[in-house]
């Protein structure tokens, strides 16, 4: 079949397109911006890459016609805290329009579950955006899903990082709602077993795993998972704003990102109907299964796609590549250059910047500005990095974004994204005559600008010359 996979690039997206490759699928990626496309090369050339933004007129993008499915994977809520239901509307009413232009058969939609009658704004918003689907010209199939739990997820990644960081916690009135999760693995298979299956055509269904639990006890379930000590007290007085600050500080979620969930944690995701397990014979893990599934994907560095490296978690959503071509005039620049005798072996040292690995000098002053940028609002040091030694443009990578990684051309440009009063980039680079050349980048803006970054000077000097004379280190 001819399929056309919409947000390809995201979390779920990165993890179903090999699986449709696998089966032999002629898979057509829609992304908002290919130049951030992260995926291998050799993926890239089995598939046809399109770049639409459904946020902005349909009548400017062509589609081809004979396309069979469509996987709907669209979502804006970790981009706005106030119009998010409204965008993901638009982009639900644009991509029936364009929908219309094809002969496509069926469209699957993954949302979440939605049978309380009091919804907050994020669970609205997906049943919302399913009656708006229901209205295209196609079959419908709809997965409802509850919190899904696996290596990158938001969900994994925001209770990895409160239970290894927090032994005690006093946590708000919500932990106590009961939720439904599912394993990504049994998220993915419901998406393929639905796949041109007319026996799900203009339907909606709950998919979810075995297990019924409060926030509270997946947390203490990780905590056991893991073998770590963790206690924690409620409180009834903190509220969704308080809590939302909570999770931003202690997490790597963003605050809007957090500002929504702590809205939706209030609302239990319960499953109501087990039909689609039984039609397709789909028995779904444990949640405690699920954990140890992501540990092992975790440790044996196979993590496929994270959130993280989403554009929303970081202070720039979109346009990201106009930073791409470095500028001269008006910009402060550190330059350092040193002689190495392995090209390889400092690229390998380069593309595992950042993250576990460290910046190779100074990591406690590293630690410290993250404090600082987290403090100030910025996306501090917690993202890390979603692999230990692969980098892709548009990856996150701490408080930077990867712009350019050519391992060919021995290249890698990052962007800061973390608050500044100004732009910055890092950039490294490794010459014909063997010379490893590393250069800060500041365009300041106003005379604060400039004050940031002769401030910083003192800093650069032991931070960046220590940081180019540990990266070009002979390999033992």
């Not at 599934?293 to 196979?302: D, G, P, R, T, V």
């Not at 406690?364 to 040091?381: A, H, Q, S």
Request: proline content about 3%; charged content about 25%.
């Amino acid at each position: 079949m001819r399929i056309l996979l919409t947000g390809a690039n995201g979390y779920i997206g990165m993890r179903l397109l090999p699986l449709l490759l696998q089966e032999g699928h002629d898979v057509i990626c829609c992304v908002r911006d290919i130049d951030r496309f992260s995926i291998r090369d050799e993926i890239k050339k089995q598939i046809q890459l399109i770049e639409i933004d459904f946020l902005k007129s349909p009548d400017r993008y062509t589609l081809p016609k004979n396309i069979d499915v469509a996987y709907y994977l669209i979502h804006s809520m970790s981009s706005s805290t106030s119009d998010f239901d409204t965008k993901e509307e638009i982009s639900a009413q644009h991509f029936n329009q364009l929908m219309a232009t094809t002969n496509i058969k069926q469209v699957i939609y993954l949302s979440g579950i939605v049978n309380e009658k009091n919804l907050s704004k994020h669970l609205w918003s997906r049943k919302n955006v399913e009656h708006t689907l229901y209205k295209g010209p196609f079959n419908i199939t709809v997965l409802r899903s509850g919190i899904i739990v696996g290596s990158g997820s938001s969900s994994f990644e925001i209770i990895r990082d409160l239970c290894e960081k927090l032994p005690v916690m006093v946590t708000p009135k919500w932990v106590n709602t009961k939720t439904q999760p599912i394993a990504i693995r049994d998220v993915l298979r419901f998406m393929m077993g639905v796949l041109g299956n007319s026996k799900c055509y203009d339907q909606s269904f709950d998919i979810s795993g075995p297990d019924i639990f409060t926030y509270k006890e997946m947390l203490l379930q990780y905590a056991k998972t893991r073998g770590i000590g963790l206690y924690i007290f409620t409180l009834p007085i903190m509220t969704p704003k308080l809590s939302s600050y909570w999770l931003y500080f202690v997490t790597s979620t963003s605050y809007k990102l957090a500002l929504n969930l702590v809205d939706s944690m209030r609302i239990p995701v319960i499953a109501n109907d087990t039909r689609l397990q039984e039609l397709l014979g789909i028995s779904t893990m444990t949640y405690p299964k699920a954990l140890e599934l992501a540990f092992i994907k975790i440790e044996q560095n196979q993590v496929v796609s994270s959130w993280k490296d989403s554009m929303v978690s970081g202070r720039f959503e979109k346009d990201i590549q106009r930073y791409v071509t470095v500028p001269k005039r008006g910009c402060l620049t550190d330059k350092k250059k040193i002689k190495i005798s392995s090209a390889n072996h400092v690229m390998d040292r380069i593309w595992s910047i950042g993250g576990a690995t460290g910046w190779y000098y100074g990591d406690w002053m590293w630690k410290i500005r993250g404090y600082i940028d987290k403090f100030f609002g910025g996306v501090g040091l917690r993202r890390g990095r979603t692999h230990v030694d692969e980098l892709y443009s548009g990856d996150a990578l701490d408080f930077w974004r990867v712009l350019v990684a050519d391992k060919e051309k021995q290249r890698l440009l990052l962007f800061a994204e973390m608050r500044v009063p100004g732009e910055a980039w890092l950039e490294f680079t490794i010459d014909d005559n063997n010379v490893l050349h590393q250069t800060a980048t500041f365009r300041p803006k106003g005379i604060w600008g400039r004050i940031y970054w002769y401030s910083m000077v003192p800093f650069h000097y032991f931070i960046f010359g220590g940081m180019i004379r540990n990266i070009a280190i002979d390999k033992q």
